[in-house]
DNA sequence: TTAGTATT
DNA sequence: CATAATACTAAA
């Protein structure tokens, strides 16, 4: 019976898009697995009960192939399709997009160009000089995977850590952001604000007029051990005990849709982009738009970005990607129906180089 | 400007 | 045919 459960065969699944992205597979194959472990995750009944009863077949993500090797797994405990594919793809590969800046795909030119199927021989490569030249690899890159390459020793590699945790941390960055000069709102988002039992890292949302001096002075706080990356809008660093902590910067007017797409989570930000796409607006964490003309409706509050979509305001423990857009809708009258409601005022609510309407011409 | 990696 | 949208960096 059931000796795999729904945990394993997420992983499995996850497993398998993995191998499949650094072969280099069609991106929407790769999907496709990801997308089926993540109804698995939220799914509520266990799949080796399913498995036995009603087959697999109506599970959604689940078409004919993955049902057929997800009930091989739940069934027999193994999967021949993933053994083959570990056998194909240097499973080390997995191991070298644990690197941070390196991805699949350089994983997979790394393979195939100069034969790299290891963290060692990658190693190996980059020292001796064999790297340069290859696709997309230039001196800047060679020297950020040596760099990367000599953290590995130290093992501080990333995990989840329990809320309470993380806490203290969280309460520290924020009290020290509100300090800086230009902070307005200061509220942290992702899972913690998610409230979920576990976080990964720390999303941290502030309001100002002046982004890149204030992004300025986020990296340069006392915590801050390293920094990752930092633009005019976003900072991403290592703050002591190697918790990463991320730090947006962004308009009053647009904090509520900021606020919105950075807490999370992406599978509700999903839902939750698709079906504004579906009203004829389209979302983003400057806020509402119209999808003709690109008129912006609105963004300054989370309720308002809510309510010009046609729901009621969803607490955030809530937004897991599951059902709960759905069950949010409001009667038809208010909803995305009419969304004439909020105008936006006040110049310039976007910041700089202007990112406003994404929405192509 | 484009590709790759990253983020929710 | 195919889930949304955007930021940052380095290469070309």
């Not at 990801?34 to 599970?59: K, P, Y």
């Not at 945790?165 to 902070?183: I, K, Q, T, Y």
């Not at 009258?333 to 910041?351: C, L, W």
Request: with cysteine; charged share 25%; glycine share 12%.
């Amino acid at each position: 019976m059931g000796m795999v459960g729904n945990a394993e065969v997420v992983r499995t699944l996850e497993r398998i898009a993995d191998l499949l992205e650094v072969r280099g597979e069609n991106a929407f194959k790769v999907r496709a697995y990801r997308l089926a472990a993540l109804q698995v995750e939220n799914l509520g009944a266990e799949l080796s009960e399913l498995a036995a009863s009603d087959g697999l077949q109506g599970i959604t993500g689940f078409g004919p192939a993955i049902a057929a090797k997800v009930e091989e797994l739940v069934t027999t405990g193994r999967l021949g399709y993933l053994e083959r594919l570990e056998a194909e793809v240097p499973v080390s590969l997995l191991e070298i997009c644990t690197l941070g800046g390196v991805g699949p795909r350089t994983a997979h030119m790394l393979w195939k160009h100069a034969g790299i199927d290891s963290l060692d021989a990658l190693e190996a490569a980059a020292r001796c000089g064999a790297l340069a030249g290859l696709p997309r690899m230039g001196a800047r890159t060679v020297e950020n995977i040596l760099r990367a390459l000599d953290r590995r020793s130290g093992e501080t590699r990333p995990r989840r850590r329990p809320r309470e945790e993380v806490a203290p941390l969280a309460d520290a960055l924020l009290e020290a952001l509100r300090g800086l000069a230009g902070a307005g709102r200061v509220e942290v988002a992702g899972s913690f604000r998610r409230g979920r039992p576990t976080v990964g890292d720390l999303d941290l949302l502030v309001a100002t007029d002046r982004p890149a001096e204030l992004l300025a002075g986020f990296a340069a706080l006392p915590a801050v051990e390293r920094v990752l990356l930092r633009g005019d809008t976003k900072c991403s660093v290592h703050a002591d005990g190697g918790m990463q902590v991320d730090c947006r910067a962004v308009a009053a007017a647009q904090f509520g849709a900021a606020w919105q797409y950075f807490t999370g989570s992406q599978a509700h930000n999903i839902r939750l982009r698709g079906l504004a796409l579906r009203a004829g607006l389209t979302l983003n964490e400057y806020g509402v738009f119209s999808i003709d003309g690109g008129e912006r409706l609105g963004g300054a509050t989370e309720d308002e970005v809510y309510a010009l979509l046609g729901l009621r305001w969803i607490p955030p423990a809530e937004r897991e990607g599951g059902d709960e857009v759905d069950a949010a809708r409001l009667p038809e009258s208010q909803g995305a129906a009419a969304p004439a409601r909020f105008t936006f005022e006040g110049p310039a609510a976007r910041v700089d180089p202007a990112p406003l309407h994404p929405v192509g011409h």
